[in-house]
């Protein structure tokens, strides 16, 4: 066993060494506009001697290290002075027209108009170093063409409709605002708050933005959290952080916290005709368990487990209603349902998976440019899924053959007895 040990070992070192010699790493320090956004940062008492720009062969544009860094070692310190905040934006040409301004604007608002006019304001703006740096477009769901849309997950979907509605209503509801701002602008206001510039700036601040706790400006209206922060907004995400393609525009591929999400509707056509679904689905949205109801590769997460022992009660056992939300085991005909039904739910789900997969292989055939880029950012998500579907139906399978064969098990032991 120990010599068994130490050859998995080193089949686990080398396969690691094979991944880090297989990523390239080119330096983007020399070129021309990271030259100017560190002269920028360096006049606004910014130093690192740690990082640099560079572009990765597997996760794109990035930090890399310099030298080896120990544990607890500062990486990185960027100045306040350097931060692009609401205070940035209330001290400069647009602050008089945002403190006159009621009904105030959000913080939010504020940052993203003030990006949108620093931008047409090109080299003249003292922000231009950090603007140029910046994606030109986003891979995020609130770019996606009509066509990419319909291949995204349901509730990927819909949160990036909401997401796409909030740009919208950015845009309409601040139109007579963005006529005041004509004056320090030197192309028609239409032609430069427009609902494209407003979604560039809005992903710029969602996908880039540090949280930084600040407090309320008497001009602006809600809490202030934004930070944009040069050069630091280049270190790439860990792959545990969460709704990476919602929130950044990407998929970190073999992310051991991936999840597939389960929508309630999916839940109602899966149990359509079962008698009291209505109430038990309005008991588990009065409880809040309808949100966050997910499948990884190892099985159905315990919500959702909870919320089909639930929908598999038989009408007449209502009093059971509220142990099964604490996760109370029922019994055993009611664990095999709810196990059958998590079965059947990951089976649409890989279903829907693959259908979605096809569609994209053909639209791939019949496109190029920013939609090509794009539908592979939905395909890279979609093949994640697959693979977690298929796992997690394997892991179900087995579960309930093991749950029928115990509750057999039981059953002869009762007729011996």
């Given at each position: 066993m120990k010599g068994r040990s130490r050859r998995v070992g080193r089949t686990a070192r080398k396969r690691k060494r094979k991944r880090e010699q297989?990523?390239?790493?080119?330096?983007?320090?020399?070129?021309?506009?990271?030259?100017?956004?560190?002269?920028?940062?360096?006049?606004r008492g910014f130093s690192s001697t740690l990082l640099q720009p560079a572009l990765f062969s597997d996760t794109g544009r990035g930090l890399k290290t310099l030298q080896t860094i120990m544990p607890g070692e500062l990486v990185v310190s960027l100045p306040e002075s350097c931060l692009l905040t609401t205070s940035t934006v209330l001290s400069s040409y647009l602050g008089e027209y945002i403190k006159s301004w009621k009904p105030r604007l959000s913080p939010l608002s504020a940052l993203c108009v003030f990006l949108v006019c620093e931008r047409q304001r090109g080299e003249a703006s003292d922000w231009?170093?950090?603007?140029?740096?910046?994606?030109?477009?986003?891979?995020?769901?609130?770019?996606?063409?009509?066509e990419v849309a319909d291949v995204l997950p349901a509730g990927v979907r819909r949160r990036g409709l909401e997401q796409r509605e909030a740009v919208r209503e950015m845009h309409s509801s601040n139109q007579e605002f963005f006529r005041t701002l004509q004056p320090v602008l030197s192309q028609p206001i239409e032609d430069?708050?427009?609902?494209?510039?407003?979604?560039?700036?809005?992903?710029?601040?969602?996908?880039?933005?540090?949280?930084?706790?600040?407090?309320?400006s008497c001009f602006l209206s809600g809490p202030d959290s934004y930070a944009l922060a040069p050069?630091?907004?280049?270190?790439?995400?860990?792959?545990?952080?969460q709704r990476l393609l919602l929130e950044y525009g990407f998929v970190a591929m073999n992310n051991p916290h991936s999840v597939v999400y389960v929508e309630p509707d999916l839940l109602c056509d899966i149990l359509r005709g079962e008698k009291s679904l209505d109430q038990k689905m309005k008991f588990l949205r009065e409880n809040n368990?309808?949100?966050?109801?997910?499948?990884?590769?190892?099985?159905?997460?315990?919500?959702?487990?909870?919320?089909?022992?639930?929908?598999?009660?038989?009408?007449?056992?209502?009093?059971?209603w509220r142990p099964a939300l604490l996760g109370q085991v029922v019994d055993e005909k009611t664990e095999v349902r709810s196990s059958q039904t998590a079965r059947t739910l990951c089976q649409q789900l890989l279903?829907?998976?693959?259908?979605?997969?096809?569609?994209?292989?053909?639209?791939?055939?019949?496109?190029?440019?920013?939609?090509?880029?794009?539908?592979?950012?939905?395909?890279?998500?979609?093949?994640?899924?697959?693979?977690?579907?298929?796992?997690?139906?394997?892991?179900?399978?087995?579960?309930?053959?093991?749950?029928?064969?115990?509750?057999?098990?039981?059953?002869?032991?009762?007729?011996?007895?």
């Open positions: 297989s990523v390239r790493s080119v330096s983007l320090s020399h070129q021309l506009q990271y030259v100017r956004l560190m002269k920028f940062l360096h006049q231009f170093p950090y603007i140029d740096v910046l994606p030109y477009s986003y891979a995020c769901p609130t770019y996606f063409s009509e430069v708050l427009t609902y494209e510039a407003l979604r560039w700036a809005w992903c710029s601040v969602n996908t880039r933005s540090v949280f930084m706790s600040r407090p309320s050069f630091l907004d280049l270190l790439n995400h860990h792959p545990d952080v368990f309808l949100e966050n109801l997910t499948v990884s590769s190892e099985g159905p997460s315990w919500r959702l487990m909870v919320a089909l022992r639930l929908l598999s009660l038989p009408q007449t056992l209502y009093h059971l279903k829907d998976t693959h259908i979605a997969l096809d569609k994209i292989s053909q639209l791939l055939g019949q496109c190029g440019g920013p939609l090509r880029e794009q539908l592979e950012v939905v395909r890279a998500l979609r093949q994640e899924e697959r693979w977690i579907l298929e796992n997690c139906v394997t892991a179900l399978k087995d579960s309930v053959i093991l749950e029928k064969e115990t509750s057999s098990c039981k059953a002869n032991i009762g007729v011996m007895s």
